[in-house]
T-cell receptor
């Protein structure tokens, strides 16, 4: 079972709203990721958590705030977003803590975010 | 460092073969191949770790050259279900944090 579950699947929010994206995995994976993907582009890494600690932040604007409450859950808190932040947000996980070094990264189905 | 993927797009008839290439100017630790269908998340196909390695998955296989700087994905006797965008992802040798960099993708369209 290689399932990463994301909610909600679709989200429309205004530029002054605060919302959160949620991600869950029960595979015992120790690394979890947020990626952002725009149409016809590859996924771009935003954050990596290893053992529930933030290990990589790819210079993401502070209007995106990740949180890892426990080893199975990963949240992405959204506040004061811009229309250009509209994209598919992908959560992923992998077994090892060294990111993709020898480990497969499994993606969830994604959350489609539209900022109006 | 982002790998270079080619070609950008491929159009095939059912039953035809295709090759997608992925290369880096640096030696790599690993290459990961994904397929993404329109409106869906990327789905893992395979990972290659060893120079000279070849791996197969049904009629889809891949190779990793001896220098570990180039990988190719082979799709033989293509089926309609193979349509989608194929991404290679690479991890640079010596990477401690294991960042996976994706190529720009190859859009594969299979027609009946």
């Amino acid at each position: 079972d290689t399932e990463v579950t994301q909610t909600p699947k679709h989200l429309v929010m205004g530029m002054t709203n605060k919302k959160s994206l949620k991600c869950e995995q029960h595979m015992g994976h120790r690394a979890m990721y947020w990626y952002k993907q725009k149409a016809k582009k590859p996924p771009e890494l935003m954050f990596v958590y290893s053992y529930e600690k933030l290990s990589i932040n790819e210079s993401v604007p502070s209007r995106f705030s990740p949180e890892c409450p426990n080893s199975s859950l990963l949240n992405l808190h959204l506040h004061a977003l811009q229309p250009e932040d509209s994209a598919l947000y992908l959560c992923a996980s992998s077994q090892g803590v060294q990111g993709a070094v020898g480990n497969t990264i499994y993606f969830g189905e994604g959350s489609w975010l539209t900022v109006v | 460092q982002q790998p270079v993927q080619s070609p950008q797009a491929v159009i095939l008839r059912e039953g035809e073969d295709a090759v997608i290439n992925c290369s880096s100017s640096k030696a790599l630790y690993s290459v990961h191949w994904y397929r993404q269908k329109h409106g869906e998340a990327p789905v893992f196909l395979m990972i290659l770790l060893k120079g000279g390695e070849q791996k197969g998955h049904e009629k889809i296989s891949a190779s990793f050259n001896e220098k570990k700087q180039q990988s190719s994905l082979y799709l033989t006797a293509s089926q309609l279900s193979y349509s989608g965008t194929y991404f290679c992802g690479t991890v640079d040798r010596g990477s401690t944090l294991g960042r996976l960099y994706f190529g720009r993708g190859t859009q594969l369209t299979v027609w009946p």
